[in-house]
């Protein structure tokens, strides 16, 4: 009984797995809101998506997408198993021999008893060292697997056509692109470390167990799942309290973003006080939820630290007990009450790592739908070849077109329009007339629903879409600009461009000057989408970045809207260099911008409702004729 006593510290210290209460406890706090139907939560406007918490699914089914890609490194994935098979087996069985042979043999010969001793101290390295192979090799395989499913998951995406992101949240997309994977991260590189693990040390240990003592290891299992059920029930109780918790501290955030963010209208109408109210109020909602939660975790810690030391204390009497009574001896009831220990713990992590599993399975499931979406325009199994050398004629017959999200409304109707090379066709009319779906169809960012449309002769879905886009140069509205430095964005047209021709290019945009007065010239990074430039200024290095393209059709989008004076000449002149030999399709409201146009066409509800030449359109006192006496009109005026 003195020898029992004597290890009782090495007895009760807890095993590498074992996890007191207050793991599982933070481990809960820590669960994603999940959504109700129909609500997004303010947590998630916070973080700027939409319903993208990742839900657990209902089975592990969906992992198969993460072994199926550690599959790829099978020489990581066997040492990772090796050094686990090493560690499991060394803290079920080796460490609790070598106690038991300190106990019954050098405790029985004090001068030996530094041999047992070095054995255990042999096979606690074996254990560091195993561990931190199984650390190593599993945590590369996480970050390695991690790395290739983004890879795969932008890859499939930069094939999907642009009404796939009409009706999927791009912030959704990126979600699953970053905590998604996160979660995938976790699962290779712990959490499936850990189940495994441990699953091997319950079943060594629960064999140890019944080959030291069968009649104690039966009543051991008894009161296994007096610990695992009151912390599954209680754990349910404080996730939902935790969620809540979590909604209330959002609602917190929220608030603060929302004030912070319209400060100068509260000071303006002097609704400081209110506002102090309304956070006050919101913050005592919050502390409400959490004093529930704390009381929950604090009863469900007295619970739990009751059952499973006093399952130690009872183990200890009976052990004690059998001892005396010559049944067993002390060693092997300090080995069963480490093993005991050790297996509780595996039991005990395994509840928590299962539903962490079924997290990723949801993750992986996400992940899953973005690797399998099929891109809506496809290259056709045989694309016919565009002529050579591209001649830059377009053609529209009698085509109609709906957005996936607006089938009830047709943005073009039995539109016919025919394009010759070298011709600039200018689109005008009011807002939402269709001028901006012409361009759309024209690169096959989607096709129309009737009618065709045809490039240099060729049906669009005949042809490889890449190869029309190569013949097509766009200047949008906004010159969309790249967090990256200003040669990267004007190569973007074409990526092998030398620097001699990214300056010819920029000298015809009428963008050398500034760009040459930048601190690095053209290793000057614009910083996020180009803000450290000016609007006129992106304008330009958009047209540059078209010039680079050399494409024998060019759309221009509005390229001159929400411009001054000065900067909407510099960048008018670039673009008559630009429009040069070209087929050039413009959209403009500004109807002063396409009085050069060798033909208007006039646009309204998706239908051509006249077209010809400025004068002409003018002469006839239709729509242009309208809109062009307004503008000049209030131009003269101001």
């Known amino acids: 009984m003195q020898r029992i006593i004597a290890v009782l510290p090495s007895i009760c210290a ?8 207050h793991h599982y406890l933070s481990a809960m706090d820590a669960e994603d809101i999940d959504e109700k139907p129909g609500r997004r939560s303010l947590l998630d406007r916070l973080r700027g998506r939409g319903s993208d918490v990742t839900k657990p699914a209902r089975t592990l089914r969906p992992l198969g997408m993460i072994v199926r890609e550690a ?38 010969d004090a001068g030996d008893i530094g041999r047992w001793f070095r054995y255990l101290l042999m096979l606690v390295g074996v254990l560091g060292l195993g561990t931190a192979l199984r650390f190593y090799f599993v945590s590369w395989l996480g970050e390695r697997v991690v790395a290739d499913i983004r890879r795969k998951v932008h890859d499939n995406l930069l094939r999907l056509s642009p009404s796939y992101f009409e009706e999927n949240s791009p912030k959704e997309i990126s979600s699953r692109m970053t905590a998604d994977t996160a979660i995938i991260e976790q699962v290779v590189g712990t959490t499936l470390s850990v189940a495994l693990r441990n699953i091997i040390m319950a079943i060594l240990g629960t064999g140890f167990l019944f080959w030291l003592i069968p009649q104690l290891t039966l009543n051991l299992f008894i009161g296994i799942p007096l610990v695992i059920v009151p912390m599954a029930i209680f754990g349910s109780r404080l996730r939902k309290i935790s969620r809540t918790s979590q909604d209330r501290v959002a609602d917190v955030g929220a608030m603060v973003t929302e004030v912070l963010s319209g400060m100068k209208v509260v000071q303006a109408f002097n609704q400081e006080r209110r506002e102090h109210e309304r956070f006050g109020e919101a913050v005592e909602r919050t502390f409400a939820v959490a004093k529930r939660r704390i009381l929950i975790r604090a009863a469900m810690t007295a619970l739990l630290i009751t059952l499973i030391f006093g399952a130690i204390v009872i183990l200890l009497w009976r052990g004690a007990t059998l001892v005396n009574s010559g049944v067993v001896t002390p060693g092997t009831i300090v080995t069963f009450i480490f093993v005991g220990v050790v297996v509780a713990g595996s039991f005990g992590a395994l509840t928590e790592v299962f539903g962490d599993l079924l997290r990723g399975a949801g993750a992986a499931s996400r992940l899953s739908e973005l690797l399998d979406e099929k891109p809506g325009i496809a290259m056709p199994d045989r694309p016919e070849k565009l002529p050579e050398p591209p001649r830059g004629s377009l053609s529209f017959r009698n085509v109609t077109f709906r957005y996936p999200t607006r089938l009830e409304t047709a943005a073009l109707r039995d539109f016919s329009l025919e394009i010759e090379p070298g011709e600039t066709v200018a689109l005008v009319g009011p807002s939402g007339a269709g001028k901006s779906t012409v361009f759309q169809l024209a690169e096959r960012f989607y096709d129309p629903q009737a009618g065709t449309i045809r490039l240099d002769g060729v049906p669009l879905p005949s042809a490889d879409p890449a190869e029309i886009r190569k013949r097509i140069a766009l200047v949008p509205q906004d010159g969309v600009l790249f967090s990256a430095d200003a040669r990267d964005n004007l190569r973007y047209g074409r990526w092998d461009a030398s620097d001699e021709d990214i300056w010819e290019a920029a000298r015809a945009a009428n963008a050398e000057r500034f760009l040459r007065e930048l601190p690095d010239g053209l290793d000057t990074y614009l910083g996020e989408s180009g803000t450290r430039l000016s609007g006129g200024q992106q304008q330009r290095i958009a047209i540059a970045r078209a010039l680079l393209r050399n494409a024998p059709i060019l759309l221009l989008d509005e390229a ?16 008559d260099r630009l429009m040069a030999s070209r087929t050039t399709l413009v959209i403009a409201h500004r109807l002063a911008t396409v009085r050069a146009a060798d033909r208007i066409v006039v646009m309204d509800g998706g239908e051509i409702v006249e077209q010809g030449t400025h004068t002409q359109l003018t002469d006839a006192g239709g729509l242009y004729s309208r809109l062009a006496s307004l503008q000049f009109a209030s131009s003269e005026a101001a």
């Open 14 to 21: 807890l095993p590498v797995d074992f996890r007191p209460p």
């Open 560 to 575: 001159t809207s929400a411009l001054d004076a000065e900067s909407e000449r510099l960048v008018q002149d670039a673009l």
């Open 71 to 108: 599959a790829n490194y099978p020489v990581q994935l066997i040492l990772a198993g090796i050094a686990l098979l090493i560690t499991a087996a060394v803290m079920s069985l080796a460490i609790p021999t070598a106690l038991k042979l300190i106990v019954d043999r050098g405790f029985a």
